[in-house]
Structure formats: C-alpha cells, structure tokens
C-alpha cells in the first residue's frame, strides 16, 4: 500500500493520469495554458514586456526558477552544449575561440556595460545556420544580442 498522501500519476495542479507531453508536462496543464494562449494573443508580447519594465523582478523570478528547477536549468544547458559541440567544427581553432570571451569579459571590466559574445550568423537559425568558430563571433552589448535573439538578416 503506497504511503498516505501520495497519489501515483497525479501532476501538481492534481490531474490524475492525465499522461505527458514531450517534455514530460502534465498534457491537461498544457491544453489549459493553450486555452489561455489562444484567447490572449498578446500574452507573448505583455510579458516581454513586463520583463523590460521590470528587469530587477524578471532577473529575480528566473533566479528562484533556477533553483526551483535545477533539472530543467541544467537540461537546458546539456542542450546548449550539446548545440555548441554539434557547430563546432575539428578545424576550428579553440585558442581564438577562447581569446575572445577573454578579450568580451576584460572589455565589460573595463566599461562596466555588460557585453555578450554573439555569433554573427546565429547556431540554430531558421534560415541559416553558422558555426562555433572564431570568424562568426563578434562581442557586442547584452542588451544588443537579446534583441537580436537568433535573427540573421542576408544581404
């Protein structure tokens, strides 16, 4: 007999066995944040912007998800270096890939203005995709490649 208040296969919002998305979301919490999706469009556009206009709040709210769901931080980390090991080719040269998040920390150092590697044709982009290597890599400001997000304009 299971241990008095558990309850096998329930989620935290308590649908019982309800089965899992993809990414192992309960599938009924994931048909209602559908719901709340559809009838407000602008939900995307309202918390981007709620995280300009409060970016003490937003930093601290991803602060505590961090430690609240250190399995997903760090699955989404594996992510990104598993992303970064698939674009980086044997030729490239690691030296120089190195040298210039040592040249981007020294510059944020001495400017106090928090800088950002990027990388001029972004890893996963949707209509073309770069490398990890040194030439695709510029140091611009934080801010900057937020906006940039993974967009490449061709010429």
């Not at 096998?8 to 559908?34: D, Q």
């Not at 992303?83 to 150092?109: E, H, N, Y």
């Not at 996963?124 to 290597?133: A, D, I, M, T, W």
């Amino acid at each position: 007999m299971p241990a008095l208040g558990y309850r096998k296969n329930v989620c935290k919002r308590g649908h019982e066995n309800a089965g899992r998305t993809k990414s192992n979301n309960c599938v009924e919490c994931e048909r209602e944040r559908s719901a709340v999706r559809e009838s407000n469009p602008n939900a995307a556009a309202n918390s981007s912007r709620w995280r300009k206009e409060n970016p003490e709040k937003s930093r601290e709210h991803y602060k505590n998800w961090r430690r609240k769901f250190p399995e997903k931080k760090n699955a989404l980390d594996s992510l990104r270096r598993a992303t970064l090991a698939l674009r980086t080719p044997a030729w490239a040269d690691l030296g120089k890939i190195r040298d210039v998040f040592r040249v981007a920390k020294q510059m944020q150092r001495d400017s106090g203005v928090r800088m950002s590697v990027d990388h001029v044709i972004p890893l996963k982009g949707e209509v073309v995709s770069g490398l990890h290597v040194h030439e695709n890599l510029r140091i611009i400001p934080f801010v900057e490649n937020c906006q940039k997000s993974n967009s490449y304009k061709c010429a």
